[in-house]
């Protein structure tokens, strides 16, 4: 068939392969453009397929050669109905490892499930023994508990009052005014049970009892930080509590696998355009800003450059890994610059609908979005008839 973006609001409804494909093949590129990477070999990485945990994957793979094992939860193609962009990637992903000779499979289904957990454990046990990292980078909007069987949903939103401030729609340009209304009592507790760090330290505890985790093994999970901006809506709000119960549960997780010198750390990344980004109120804004600056000033990075520069000048240096005050490896450093944040903040206050085209990145933005569903990429026939039934070859 051939497939086009469908929009509805903010997400795409329709994914494509090809795309998808140029899309893992261009991270591979420059990851192997960097050269190699002295890290782990055997690396189990939880939400594998979009995002910064895709590019962590292939990130391991093709800078240090490692076996991988995805785990993700994505859609599956069928005749005449295109799978999630997730399920494209990891199809390229597996594909092009296995014609590399590297090992490579994958696990599709709800992670925060005992099944889920007992299914890699047991797929670990048969193919690589233990691994020496793993990589927590599930994004998810609910998560229903394992023990309790209760549905969270977490929310996006300040905690004590409203919050008002601009935001663009960045299909159209348009500059607004939002007010987004303070949360309700559960909120938070609900938000920080789906993203919060309670579901990674139960990864950790399963693998550790099932004696899968190689003698000073790592495992790191992602967060977010932002500027002053952003704030109430984000690192103040119903998703920072989520962001400081993650990054208080590596302190515990690195306590509790002491023996077997088990190191968890929590990594603050780069602001960038995905489907979860792209759905909170005035973050769009400020990335779209933040894009113009950075790439004005050559320090514009994707995920697969962020992951490349985590794992080659943090993780995998050789020396001790280099962490903030609170334990936290920065690799946001560039974002969070003086300079950078001083000119978003000039910006800020003149954007408007008639000039944000010039002043922002919108154009950037707008990519960035298509690209996560396999659109708009170079070298790419979006004419051409599909196949859109593509097997991950490991789920077959
Ligand atoms: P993403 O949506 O691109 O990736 C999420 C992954 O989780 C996918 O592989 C998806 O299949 C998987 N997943 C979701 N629910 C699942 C479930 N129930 N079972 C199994 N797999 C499931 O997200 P992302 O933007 O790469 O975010 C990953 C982490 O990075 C999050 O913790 C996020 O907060 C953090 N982070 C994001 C940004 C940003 O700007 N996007 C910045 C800093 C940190
Ligand atoms: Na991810």
Redesign the pocket.
Known sequence: MIIEPRMRGFICLTAHPTGAEQNVKNQIEYVKSKGPINGAKKVLV??????????SRITSAFGSDAATI?????KAPSEGKPG?P?WYNSAAFESEANKAGLYAKSI??????KE?KEQTINLIKEDLGKVDLVI?????P??THPETGVTHRSVLKPIGGTFSNKTVDFHTGKVTEISIEPCKDDDIENTVAV?GGEDWAMWMDALKAADVLEDGALTV????I?PALTEPVYRKGT?GRA?DH?EATAFEITDKLKDLNVKAYV???????????SAIPV?PLY?SLLYKIMKEAGIHEG?IEQMQRLYAERLYTGGDIPVDEKGRIRI?DWEMRDDIQQKVAELWEQATTENLEQLGDLEGYRKDFYN?FGFDYEGVDYKADVNEVVPVKSLQ
């Open positions: 939880i939400g594998a397929s979009t995002g910064f945990g895709l590019s995805g785990v993700f939860f994505e999630s997730g599709n289904g709800d992670a925060f499930s889920i927590y980078s599930l994004a998810s609910v998560r993203m999970a992602y967060s977010y932002g998703i962001k993650l990594s603050v990344n780069k602001a960038l355009v995905t489907q979860a980004s973050i990335i995920t946001d996560l």
